[in-house]
Each structure stands twice: as structure tokens, then as C-alpha cells.
């Protein structure tokens, strides 16, 4: 799967929905976290890289401040207008759309109408951030049709403004920042209070090693009001200890604060976030050092633990693929994404890759659960213009 290819069913959507070439398309990816969940609210670190499945938004301008958007397999084409500009009056998923227009006019950006077609590769409610991609990718094409210079290191901000404001949801930056600012080829080491980033060369194809994505299609479960919770959860502790954020705990002083802490629901919450961002630092010790990459499936597997038993936000179908993969010989799996479902990823020597993944499949057959998907993931580009 290219951009190219599906940058070319943006355009013909684009074609057959408006009857006219659009000016501009825009590509922009679906993205892995390597490792770093749920650190991004907490100020703290992230390592995703970027996938090779985009979403494309095709575009070309109208006279009138007026926005239509068609999406490849929505029948729906929704229209609207500055009156519709205010969080929550567009709905569903062209509320990504809308919010993205609002937010780069309440920035003071001067974007004018435009007609959009959007289509998209990155799979949807699996954890692979198929939102940020489609805001991203809205936001690239609307600076590149009016003009509109932000630079790239900005530009994640707008979209998390978007979804936190427009859509509503009270996400952290980790998945726009990876849309826009990954590199093929490299994972992106964020510090999420400041934004400094760091391209980490994250090649595993020359060293015999593939990451393999387990797509678990378990149904989310109650996931908005379970991702909310933990945030206020992070928030109510980082206060309780006199901290600006829990990005000011290390592991040196964890164990104190978690004497302070009178809930263990709260000093469960606190030792993931402490542990989660000193394994990112770890992680990216060993793709710096480049020496032995196998090394990062012991990182992998305990994040994993963490997520499942401290920060509690795994499920059965999560739980299984990861430890059916680290059983059949992958050197270490974790569920990537916010959680509550979505995928796994596992570090697997290339040559084991079909053995892993099949009995990956055999332990869900065996435990009643829907066959889950499995692919291969390499770092790939970020967010572009595909002219
Ligand atoms: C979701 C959110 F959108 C991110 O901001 C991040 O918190 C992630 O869950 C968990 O790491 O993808």
C-alpha cells in the first residue's frame, strides 16, 4: 500500500463527487507507538513511528465560506458553513473536518471554503490513530490551498486542538505529532512538555527483525469515558504530590511518592506513567546504541504488564495476542494505541513472522475470539503534499 495509490482514489472521489480535479492532495499517516502509553497528558515521552497507510485528502477551492467533505465508503456528503464553526454543531466524522477549519480560523489562519475528498488506508478502531491522520491530512491540505505557512512543529498543536475542542475528545498530542512530524525510517522520541523531538534511526529490516502488528478487532469498550477517567486519575495524583504533572516524578523519588498516595487505584495509575516514560528513555538508549535491537522486547513486555496491571486499560483479546506471540518466540509484544482494544505489536525475528502470527490466530480460535488481522509495520514517512 502507497500514499500514491491512495492519493489517487482521493482525487477520483474528489472527481466524482465535484466533477472537477481537486488542486491539492495531502497525505497524512496512521502511526505505532514503540513504546511511551499514555505519558503524552503527563508532559512526559513518546516513540512512535509512522505507518505506511495514509489517509489522503483531496481539495480544491470555493468562492464561499463554505466547506463539503465526501468520504470513500460514506454515502453521506456534509456540508457546512462559519454558522456551523462552534464545537459540537457537526457531528460523526466529519466533526474532524469541521474542527480542523475551526481551529485554524480561531487561530487566526485565513482559510476560505473548499470542496475535500478524503480517502484512507489506515485502519479504523484499532488503535492506529486513524483520526489524527484524517485531521492532519485535512489540515495539510487547507494550508497548502490557502497558502498558509505554519510550521511543521506547530502544526500537531492544531490539530489536538480540533479534536480536544471541536470533537471533544480530551486527548494528548502523541497522535497528530506523529501524523506530521515522523520520518521514514525513524522513530520520533518526543518530550511532550516541550516538543523537542529526535529522529531515532528504527531500521529492524537490516538486523533480521520485524515489528508485526496484531489488529486484536476487539469492539472497544467504553473507551472515551475509561480514557477520560485515567487522565483526571493522572491529574488528581500529580496534584496531590505539589507536581506540575507526573513528568516530574523519576523512579529515584517514586517510591516515596507513592507512600503519600492514600488510593491504590492512584499509586497504581502513578507507577505506570513514573515506570512507562523511564522505559521510553530505555528504549531509546537502545536504538541510539544500535547494537542489539532484540533488546527491546524485554522493554516491550513490561510496558505491557504495566498497561494491564497498573494502568489497567488491556482487554482478554490484548492480553492473549501479546502473550501468544512472546510464547510462539516473538522477543517481546505490547499493546500500542489508548487501549481497551486495538493492537498488539510484536518484535519477531522476519524469518518467524508467519509462525508467530498463526499462532497468534490458533489461540484466539481456541479462546472464541473474532481471528484478528496481522501485518508487517515499517517507519515511514510523515504527513505531505502528494501535488
Ligand atoms: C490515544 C490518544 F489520542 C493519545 O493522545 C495518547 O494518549 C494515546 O491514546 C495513549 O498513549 O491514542
Known sequence: MTASATGLRAAESFIAAYGRVPTVRWAAPGRVNLIGEHTDYNDGFVLPFALPHNVVAAAAKVPNPV???????????????????EPGKVEGWAAYVAGVVWALREAGHEIGGADLALASDVPVGSGLSSSAALE????????A???????????????????????GAPTGILDQSASIRCREGHALFLDCRT?????????????????????????HRHVDGEYAARRADCEKAADALGLRALRDLT????????????????????RHIVTENQRVLHTVGVLRDGVEPRRLGELLTESHASMRDDYEITVGEVDLAAEAAVAAGAYGARMTGGGFGGCVIALCDTDKTAEISAAVHK?????????????????????????
Open 67 to 85: 466547506w463539503t467533505v465526501v468520504s470513500e465508503g460514506m454515502d453521506e456528503r456534509v456540508t457546512f458553513t462559519v454558522d456551523d464553526l
Open 363 to 387: 489461540a484466539f480460535v481456541a479462546a472464541g475470539y473474532t481471528p484478528p488481522a496481522a501485518f508487517p509495520a515499517t517507519a515511514s514517512a510523515g504527513s505531505r503534499g502528494l501535488g
Open 195 to 219: 516538543g523537542e523531538a529526535e529522529h531515532v534511526p528504527f531500521d529492524l529490516a537490516a538486523r533480521g527483525l520485524t515489528m508485526l502488528i496484531i489488529d486484536t478487532r476487539a469492539p
Open 251 to 270: 523512579l529515584d523519588g517514586l517510591d516515596d511518592a507513592l507512600a503519600r498516595l492514600d488510593s491504590p487505584v492512584a499509586r497504581r495509575r502513578v
Open 145 to 167: 490551498l490557502y497558502g498558509v505557512d505554519i510550521p511543521e512543529d506547530d502544526r500537531p498543536a492544531l490539530a489536538q486542538r480540533a479534536e480536544n475542542v471541536y470533537v
Open 136 to 143: 492532519c491530512s485535512v489540515l495539510g491540505a487547507l494550508c
